[in-house]
Nanobody, 121 residues
Framework: QLVESGGGLVQAGGSLRLSCTAS????????MGWFRQAPGKEREFVAA????????YYQSSVKGRFTISKDNPTNTVYLQMNSLKPEDTAIYYC????????????????WGQGTKVTVSS
């Protein structure tokens, strides 16, 4: 089970930090990621991190503004979002995979319920 928190309303240029805590069968996690879905759009990859070595990957539009990190003892992954833009407005989903760090949506086996991020201009 994945539980996200940290979404909210922020002005453009502001920051938010999303958290995702995993419970249950966390011993077999290989990678965790964040996806987002804006109204009327497909769910898209944002960032991912390897659960072992911590290798990170980012979508080009968030690189340099967002940082993904993890805390293994608490099974928590974070997404620090800085310099937010109105186009970052979306529901953000945490996902975990038993087999990949970065991959297709169907390669992520567990999903959170989503947390809404709204960036006003």
């Amino acid at each position: 089970q994945l539980v996200e928190s940290g979404g909210g309303l922020v002005q453009a240029g502001g920051s938010l930090r999303l958290s995702c805590t995993a419970s249950g069968r966390t011993f077999n996690m290989y990678g965790m990621g964040w996806f987002r879905q804006a109204p009327g759009k497909e769910r898209e990859f944002v960032a991912a991190i390897g659960w072992g070595y911590g290798t990170t990957y980012y979508q080009s539009s968030v690189k340099g503004r967002f940082t993904i990190s993890k805390d293994n003892p608490t099974n928590t992954v974070y997404l620090q979002m800085n310099s937010l833009k109105p186009e970052d407005t979306a529901i953000y989903y945490c996902a975990a995979s038993r087999t990949v760090v970065i991959g297709r949506r169907d390669e992520y086996h567990y999903w959170g319920q989503g947390t809404k991020v709204t960036v006003s201009s």
